[in-house]
């Protein structure tokens, strides 16, 4: 079974406006409730937060499940949005936009022993070990990813 995808790619924009917004000086609790408070301490821009390189940065909306795990910050649902940086050089267990044999595909890239192999953070996905007639290139390093409630 293949479970790479071909898959259409944009990049950001070289100059992405400003939008920065408040960012407040309190944590938000995950636990138990505690008293809101409705001040800002610092401006956040997503842009400036999460795009190092513009000019290298592109924008991914993930199809299929092989990286939804049951790690959530070791993975990702099918819809999240990736941003990957073409800039970066790829290091074992980053989270790589690989081209294999001509298709996309998103996984964790694993390098060990000399065997490169391509990991899915979904447990019933197999490892795709590549064999020296495989042709791997590694498109991009997945630098953030973004769910939407």
Not at 101 to 106: K, N, W
Request: glycine letters at 6%; aromatic letters at 8%; charged letters at 20%.
């Amino acid at each position: 079974m293949n479970h790479t995808t071909a898959i259409p790619c944009a990049s950001a924009t070289l100059q992405p406006s400003l939008q920065a917004r408040p960012l407040s000086g309190c944590r938000m609790p995950a636990g138990f409730p505690s008293p809101a408070e409705d001040w800002a301490e610092a401006a956040l821009d997503l842009n400036r937060h999460f795009v190092t390189h513009p000019e290298s940065t592109f924008f991914f909306r993930v199809s299929g499940q092989s990286m939804a795990g049951p790690d959530p910050a070791r993975g990702f649902p099918e819809g999240a949005i990736l941003i990957v940086d073409r800039s970066r050089t790829a290091r074992h267990d980053d989270v790589v936009v690989a081209v294999v044999d001509g298709a996309f595909t998103v996984k964790r890239l694993s390098r060990r022993a000399g065997q490169v192999q391509l990991l899915a953070e979904n447990p019933a996905w197999p490892v795709l070990t590549l064999s020296a007639e495989q042709e791997l290139l590694i498109w991009g390093v997945v630098t953030a990813w973004v769910v939407e409630a």
